[in-house]
């Protein structure tokens, strides 16, 4: 995992500002516990928080030289290459001895040395880099195909700051933390722009993209995007690859030594990843983790989204491939905790329709790196195989992102979390609006031959509105609450090399047996139990236990009661009173409770980050 900062400044020289790059790190700490590093030279300064997650720290090296002994580059890295060894070979066989050592900083430097700035396209696994070329004094700020690993950056007077974190750059104090319109609206509709980092002076670095930072400004490149293929193989070669290419990437994620690691949720996703890595690993002992809360099972009642509690299957897994599990229990208590809702708001440095589902995640994680400091996940396999399906039909003024017609279809107003929200301010926003453009502009990124059945092509263009847009959102919900807590998370369905194949297969493929996921089934049907492979989905678990719901209102009817509360101007006071006010109280409905959740998030974000909007 890992964290990186740094500072590009052409008009001064950083070696003596060196108290700035580290103020950067130590807000990436929890990325990196175990060691912080830094470097500097002239305009560039570098700093990285290690994680040492397969053994003790060793100290990588920062620059590599060229055949007379001078430093021509340096690197902070994070992330997991999972083609270090295949890459430092071929590196060695080009007259690299030193690559063969294998570590990655070691290898990104020598594929730098050997190709350029094409060196990118080379590197396989989850990624985020600083490059620093001494000799051109050009900065290379990079980012994993599925942008996983998270990078922004900030254009300054004189350079650019960047960080794994927006909270890195923001501790600085030389960008303030202002949002406009386009940035609540990102936040409101969940759009997942893709250089888009809702704070308005920052940017993300794109997936797929590398940005170069140089005297004149800075340039952003692509080197890998979606692609559409023509895809031949018949339905049995069809699951044959597809098992092929998600047992390897299930390889590669565990190639660590000692125990695997997995959250298990009893669904088809992770349960396939469990059941794969008992295939490939046979005898190594697994540990698995689940989430529940008090009284769970006892007071569950199926609906429209959860059809069954997680517990009979999680066990019908881990009995099967003989897993020590763990059930992480929570109660309205912790989930409530003010200093868990902060830690789970810090994690992602800006405030979510999420809720419990924030703060469960973080203490689920927390109670895993107990155990362990690496962990399997089974995210992005709804995405990559279809198993997200949001919506079929067309709205008046144009079709929104596929998330934000759900949440309108199931009586959202405007889209999710919005309905507490001032009429007047997402009217003059245009909520809708926004969510129609943004979707609109993913479409018309993903180039589709004409003769596409208008079936595939919309099934492609979901496909891809969930790989480049919700995944911006997605990933980042995973990734920063294991982050947050030190625990490195490793999602064996966001490989490359599964999407490019898998998006070309045709949707019918995807679902030839008349249910969702209907190919991840088949190809991993030996590994799984007979109770999952008939499961229908079902999501992350909510917390339903009264006690929950009633805190909520308590923190709600205290926000309303607050004429000073920063959220206060952006509320529907009268449709906030409505709700506090019906008799019974307000219902358990999920629409209802993101509302609430929503208003929350926001206000403890905007006391607590400052932030200034300017809408």
Same mark, same amino acid.
């Given at each position: 995992?890992?964290?990186?900062?740094?500072?590009?400044?052409?008009?001064?020289?950083?070696?003596?500002?060196?108290?700035?790059?580290?103020?950067? %790190?130590?807000? +990436?700490?929890?990325?990196?516990?175990? /060691?912080? =590093? $830094?470097?500097?030279? #002239? &305009?560039?300064?570098? !700093?990285?928080?290690?994680?040492?997650?397969?053994?003790?720290?060793?100290?990588?090296?920062?620059?590599?030289?060229?055949?007379?002994?001078?430093?021509?580059?340096?690197?902070?890295? %994070?992330?997991? +290459?999972?083609?270090?060894?295949?890459? /430092?070979? =071929? $590196?060695?066989?080009? #007259? &690299?001895?030193?690559? !063969?050592?294998?570590?990655?900083?070691?290898?990104?430097?020598?594929?730098?040395?050997?190709?350029?700035?094409?060196?990118?396209?080379?590197?396989?696994?989850?990624?985020?880099?600083?490059?620093?070329?001494?000799?051109?004094?050009?900065?290379?700020?990079?980012?994993?195909?599925?942008?996983?690993?998270?990078?922004?950056?900030?254009?300054?007077?004189?350079?650019?700051?960047?960080?794994?974190?927006?909270?890195?750059?923001?501790?600085?104090?030389?960008?303030?933390?202002?949002?406009?319109?386009?940035?609540?609206?990102?936040?409101?509709?969940?759009?997942?722009?893709?250089?888009?980092?809702?704070?308005?002076?920052?940017?993300?670095?794109?997936?797929?993209?590398?940005?170069?930072?140089?005297?004149?400004?800075?340039?952003?490149?692509?080197?890998?995007?979606?692609?559409?293929?023509?895809?031949?193989?018949?339905?049995?070669?069809?699951?044959?690859?597809?098992?092929?290419?998600?047992?390897?990437?299930?390889?590669?994620?565990?190639?660590?030594?000692?125990?695997?690691?997995?959250?298990?949720?009893?669904?088809?996703?992770?349960?396939?990843?469990?059941?794969?890595?008992?295939?490939?690993?046979?005898?190594?002992?697994?540990?698995?983790?689940?989430?529940?809360?008090?009284?769970?099972?006892?007071?569950?009642?199926?609906?429209?989204?959860?059809?069954?509690?997680?517990?009979?299957?999680?066990?019908?897994?881990?009995?099967?491939?003989?897993?020590?599990?763990?059930?992480?229990?929570?109660?309205?208590?912790?989930?409530?905790?003010?200093?868990?809702?902060?830690?789970?708001?810090?994690?992602?440095?800006?405030?979510?329709?999420?809720?419990?589902?924030?703060?469960?995640?973080?203490?689920?994680?927390?109670?895993?790196?107990?155990?362990?400091?690496?962990?399997?996940?089974?995210?992005?396999?709804?995405?990559?195989?279809?198993?997200?399906?949001?919506?079929?039909?067309?709205?008046?003024?144009?079709?929104?992102?596929?998330?934000v017609a759900l949440a309108r279809r199931h009586g959202a107003r405007h889209a999710l979390g919005c309905g507490l929200l001032s009429d007047d301010l997402l009217t003059r926003l245009d909520v809708h609006g926004y969510a129609v453009d943004r979707c609109r502009e993913a479409r018309e990124e993903l180039d589709l031959p004409h003769s596409l059945p208008a079936a595939e092509r919309r099934a492609r263009q979901y496909t891809y509105l969930q790989l480049t847009r919700w995944a911006e959102n997605q990933?980042?919900?995973?990734?920063?609450?294991?982050?947050?807590?030190?625990?490195?998370?490793?999602?064996?369905?966001?490989?490359?090399?599964?999407?490019?194949?898998?998006?070309?297969?045709?949707?019918?493929?995807?679902?030839?047996?008349?249910?969702?996921?209907?190919?991840?089934?088949?190809?991993?049907?030996?590994?799984?139990?007979?109770?999952?492979?008939?499961?229908?989905?079902?999501?992350?678990?909510?917390?339903?236990?009264?006690?929950?719901?009633?805190?909520?209102?308590?923190?709600?009817?205290?926000?309303?009661?607050?004429?000073?509360?920063?959220?206060?101007?952006?509320?529907?006071?009268?449709?906030?009173?409505?709700?506090?006010?019906?008799?019974?109280?307000?219902?358990?409905?999920?629409?209802?409770?993101?509302?609430?959740?929503?208003?929350?998030?926001?206000?403890?974000?905007?006391?607590?980050?400052?932030?200034?909007?300017?809408?």
């Amino acid at each position: 995992m890992s964290g990186i900062a740094g500072w590009v400044d052409y008009s001064r020289d950083l070696t003596s500002w060196l108290p700035t790059v580290r103020t950067m %790190a130590a807000e +990436l700490a929890h990325r990196g516990p175990d /060691a912080e =590093e $830094l470097w500097a030279d #002239g &305009h560039a300064a570098l !700093a990285r928080r290690v994680l040492a997650a397969d053994g003790p720290t060793v100290r990588e090296p920062w620059t590599v030289a060229d055949a007379n002994g001078t430093p021509v580059a340096a690197v902070a890295f %994070a992330g997991l +290459l999972t083609n270090t060894r295949s890459l /430092a070979a =071929e $590196l060695a066989s080009r #007259g &690299h001895r030193h690559a !063969a050592a294998g570590s990655q900083e070691r290898t990104v430097l020598h594929a730098y040395l050997e190709w350029g700035p094409a060196f990118v396209e080379r590197l396989e696994g989850v990624f985020a880099f600083a490059l620093w070329d001494i000799r051109s004094q050009e900065l290379l700020l990079g980012r994993d195909r599925l942008g996983f690993t998270p990078l922004y950056y900030a254009p300054v007077p004189g350079g650019v700051l960047f960080g794994s974190e927006a909270k890195a750059i923001l501790a600085t104090g030389a960008v303030e933390p202002v949002v406009d319109a386009q940035g609540m609206l990102e936040i409101l509709t969940y759009a997942g722009s893709p250089e888009h980092a809702v704070y308005r002076d920052l940017r993300k670095v794109r997936a797929g993209t590398v940005v170069r930072v140089g005297r004149n400004g800075t340039r952003t490149l692509p080197y890998w995007r979606m692609t559409y293929r023509e895809h031949t193989d018949d339905l049995p070669t069809t699951v044959e690859t597809v098992r092929e290419l998600l047992g390897r990437s299930v390889s590669d994620q565990i190639a660590h030594d000692g125990p695997v690691s997995s959250m298990l949720s009893g669904g088809l996703d992770s349960s396939a990843m469990v059941g794969l890595a008992d295939r490939l690993r046979p005898g190594r002992p697994q540990k698995t983790y689940t989430v529940t809360f008090t009284g769970y099972d006892e007071q569950f009642q199926p609906d429209v989204i959860r059809s069954t509690p997680d517990t009979r299957f999680v066990r019908d897994v881990a009995d099967r491939v003989g897993a020590e599990h763990f059930d992480i229990v929570l109660d309205t208590e912790e989930l409530t905790d003010p200093v868990v809702r902060r830690a789970a708001l810090r994690a992602r440095d800006l405030p979510s329709t999420y809720g419990d589902m924030n703060t469960s995640l973080y203490l689920l994680s927390r109670a895993v790196r107990e155990h362990t400091r690496i962990v399997l996940s089974g995210e992005t396999a709804d995405s990559v195989f279809g198993g997200n399906v949001f919506s079929d039909e067309e709205e008046p003024g144009g079709e929104p992102l596929p998330w934000v017609a759900l949440a309108r279809r199931h009586g959202a107003r405007h889209a999710l979390g919005c309905g507490l929200l001032s009429d007047d301010l997402l009217t003059r926003l245009d909520v809708h609006g926004y969510a129609v453009d943004r979707c609109r502009e993913a479409r018309e990124e993903l180039d589709l031959p004409h003769s596409l059945p208008a079936a595939e092509r919309r099934a492609r263009q979901y496909t891809y509105l969930q790989l480049t847009r919700w995944a911006e959102n997605q990933l980042a919900h995973s990734e920063r609450m294991a982050a947050a807590v030190g625990l490195q998370l490793r999602m064996p369905y966001a490989d490359t090399r599964l999407i490019d194949y898998v998006f070309n297969v045709p949707n019918a493929m995807k679902t030839f047996d008349g249910r969702e996921k209907s190919l991840l089934r088949a190809a991993t049907d030996d590994v799984l139990p007979e109770s999952v492979l008939r499961r229908r989905k079902s999501p992350f678990p909510i917390a339903i236990d009264p006690g929950y719901q009633k805190t909520v209102v308590e923190d709600l009817r205290a926000l309303a009661d607050d004429r000073d509360a920063p959220v206060g101007p952006l509320l529907d006071r009268a449709a906030v009173r409505q709700l506090l006010d019906r008799p019974g109280g307000p219902p358990e409905n999920w629409i209802i409770r993101t509302d609430a959740e929503t208003v929350l998030s926001l206000d403890q974000w905007l006391r607590h980050y400052g932030v200034r909007l300017a809408l």
